[in-house]
């Protein structure tokens, strides 16, 4: 049950947002339809959620987009410090994306390395074709 699986962490979201007692309900004095309604309810970044969801709880939508946003910035920085250096240069590394709850963006334990990007170099081709 729920409820015994995350005590708590109930408890302490049931405290901090609705100023509650759990025992209240092993007490008669809360209705097990009102307890469900109040836990369906609770926001998402209480214990609960931290418990249920992990780390992902921690990360609104809009950390997400800020994220993404850092991730795009570094891109373009990126791809105008390429555009701009030296021919003989060594190439630059592409940046890291930020880390992301639930998003492993190293190669897994097994030593499996993820497949390597296409590359990213048109063809003269696709160049002259692009600029004709």
Do not use: C
Request: hydrophobic residues 45%; aromatic residues 8%.
């Amino acid at each position: 049950m729920f409820v015994d699986e995350h005590a708590e962490a109930l408890e302490a979201d049931l405290l901090r947002f609705y100023g509650l007692d759990l025992l209240d309900w092993h007490r008669g004095r809360l209705s097990s339809r009102r307890l469900a309604t109040l836990i369906r309810h609770l926001p998402g970044d209480g214990a609960v959620a931290r418990e249920t969801e992990g780390e992902a709880a921690e990360w609104s939508v809009g950390d997400y987009l800020l994220a993404h946003a850092v991730d795009q910035l570094a891109q373009a920085n990126w791809m105008f410090a390429t555009v701009n250096q030296d021919e003989d240069a060594d190439a630059l590394d592409p940046p890291t994306p930020l880390a992301r709850p639930g998003a492993d963006l190293l190669p897994d334990a097994g030593g499996e390395q993820p497949p390597a990007p296409a590359d990213p170099k048109p063809t003269a081709g696709q160049l002259a074709a692009f600029f004709s």
